[in-house]
C-alpha cells in the first residue's frame, strides 16, 4: 500500500492536467523562500546600515502587519471570485516591493518595502490555499504540501549562503533586486495558471471578512508594538487603544470560537497562531544571536535557517507519504518538537553555548512545522464548508500573522528592556523560554477534536 501510494504521489503533481499549475505554484513558493531566507540573513547588515539598529524588529513587524491586511481581502475576494484575481495581484504588489527596499535610503523607504512584500505575499498565501483546495482533493493534498515544503529546500540551501556573500561582497540592496527578473518569470506562469481554472461564481451563504476589522487588527499590532518598545503615558493610552482594536477585529475576522480554542475549527486556526507565533520569534533572533553572540559573519549565521527549511521539507516528505495517519497527532508531535527547539534555542542565546547546537534546534523545530503545517491546512479544509473557505483560510494565516508579529514585536520589547541588538543574550533567552511555554499550551490544546462535518 505505501508502495503505490508513493508511486501515485508524482503522477498526481505532474499530471498533464497539474503540470502548469504545480509548476507555477512552486516556482513562487520558490523565489519566496529565496526572499524569505535571503531577507532573515542580511537583516542585521542592512538595519545597521540604515542607521536602523533600534527598530530592528520592525522590518519584520512591518512585513508581518501587512500581511494580516492583505490574507482578509485575499480571502474575501476569493470566496467571491476565486483564486485567479489574487494569484496576478500578489506578484505584482511583491515586486514593487522588492524595488521599494532594494532601493531605500532610510529605514522609512525599507520599511515601506517590506510592507508592500507582505501585502504581496498575503495575498498569494491565501490564493495557493484555495488553489490546492480547488485542483487536489483530501487524498492528494498531502503531496502537494510536501512539494510545497520540498521547494524550500533549494533556497534553504544556497540562500542563506548567497545572500551573505551578496551582502559582504556587492552589498545587501541586491538580496532584494536580484530577485526582481525571476519573479517576472513566476508572474507570467501564474497567468497560464489562471487561464486555466473554471469560472468562479460566488457561492451563497459564506462568511466575508471585513475591510475595516483587516485594517483595525493591522493598526492595533502596530499600536500595541510600538508602545511596548518606546513606554510613556501616551503610549499607554494608544497602546490600550490598540490592544481593544486588536481585539474587536479578531472577533470579526477569526471563526467563533478561537480566542478560546473550541474543539473543532477554532482550535485549527488557533493552533497554527500558537506554532507560527512562537517559530517566528526563534527564526527572526537567531541570526542575529550568531551574528552578535558568537560572532558569526552574515553568511554563516544564516545557515541554521537552512538547517530549519531542510528539517522541514523532511517533515512535510514524511506526512505526504502516509496521507492515512492521523492529522491531529502530526500536529500534537509538531507542537512537541517545537517546543524542544526553543528550548534548545534559549541555551544556544548564551556565550557559552557550543553554537552547533543552533543546527540541532533548527532541525528539530524544522521537522515539527514539516508535520504540523499541513496537518493544520488539511484539517482546516475538512473542518470548512466550500462556501467558507476563503474566510477559513485567510483567518488561519491571519491568526498566523498576528502571532508572529507580536511574538517578533516580544522580542524587540524584550531587546530594549533587558538588552540590546549588540547584546541581546538575556532579552532572546526570556523570550525562547516564554515560546516554549507557548507550544506546550498549543499541544494541550489539540487532544480534543470532534469529527468534521463534510464540507
Known sequence: MTETIAARRPRVLWAPENRVTTTGMLLVVTLVAFENMGVATAMPTTVAALGGQSLYSWPFTAFLIASVVATVLSGRVCDVR???????????????????????SSMTALLLGRVLQGLGTGILLVAFALLIAL????????????????????????GPGVAGFVTERVGWRWVFLGLVPLVLVGFALLVLVVRRLPVRRATPGGRRGGVVAAVAAACGVAALTWAAQHPSAPAAGYGAAGLFALGWALRRLLPEGTLTARPGLPTVVASRALICGAFAAMEA???????????????AAGLPLTVTAVGWSAGSAVQGRYPGWSREGMLRTGFLLVALALAAFAFVSQPWCPPWVAFAASAVGGAGMGLAMPAISLLLLRFSPVAERGFNTSALQLGDWVSSAITVGLGGVLLGLLGSAAAPSSAVAVLATAMVLVAAIGSLLTRRWPAPSPP
Open 82 to 104: 476565486g483564486p485567479g484575481p489574487s494569484l496576478l495581484t500578489g506578484p505584482v504588489v511583491f515586486l514593487v516591493g522588492l524595488l521599494v527596499a532594494g532601493t531605500a
Open 135 to 158: 485542483v487536489f482533493d483530501d487524498h492528494q493534498r498531502p503531496a502537494v504540501y510536501a512539494a510545497n515544503a520540498a521547494a524550500w529546500v533549494l533556497p534553504a540551501v544556497v
Open 285 to 299: 533572533y537567531l541570526p542575529l544571536t550568531m551574528t552578535t553572540v558568537h560572532g558569526w559573519g552574515p553568511a
